[in-house]
């Protein structure tokens, strides 16, 4: 190889680009960046429902997602409540397995100020196991 390949900015571009795609440390993404966690649930074996008070967030959200942790659920419905006093009400009807996520539940636009969340969901089939889940907000 001849060494004015070696000072080739384009070499020394593409020997970076290797370096850091092989330090097993994740490549920053400004889309990561933009769920926030809003609270955690431990769901009991019956159908079931959490109530989310969203305090002290100061963006509005325009999306959601489930993150189940341990167990499987049936997630039926969303309920959202803005402070401008409407609501929108959103069937899910979505099986999600441990280790799984819920599809993104897209919220009404424009994105509005969200005062409360309410979550309608089951443990699948009577999953021997109770179900953890997370509740997560994407920001506008």
Not at 42 to 49: A, F, P, Q
Not at 86 to 98: F, G, K, M, W, Y
């Amino acid at each position: 190889m001849p060494k004015a390949l070696f000072r080739s900015p384009w070499f020394l571009l593409l020997a970076m680009c290797l370096l850091v795609s092989w330090s097993g440390k994740p490549i920053y993404s400004p889309i990561q960046e933009k769920w926030t966690k809003l609270a955690d649930r431990t769901i009991t074996y019956t159908v079931d429902h959490s109530e989310i008070v969203v305090d002290g967030l100061s963006e509005n959200l325009d999306a959601l997602r489930v993150k189940v942790k341990k167990g499987a659920i049936n997630l039926h419905r969303c309920v959202v409540y803005y402070k401008n006093n409407e609501t929108q009400q959103i069937d899910v009807l979505n099986s999600i397995p441990a280790g799984n996520e819920s599809k993104v539940i897209e919220l009404a636009s424009p994105p509005k100020t969200i005062n409360k969340l309410v979550f309608t969901y089951d443990t699948k089939n009577r999953a021997v196991q109770k179900a953890e889940v997370e509740i997560w907000g994407r920001k506008n």
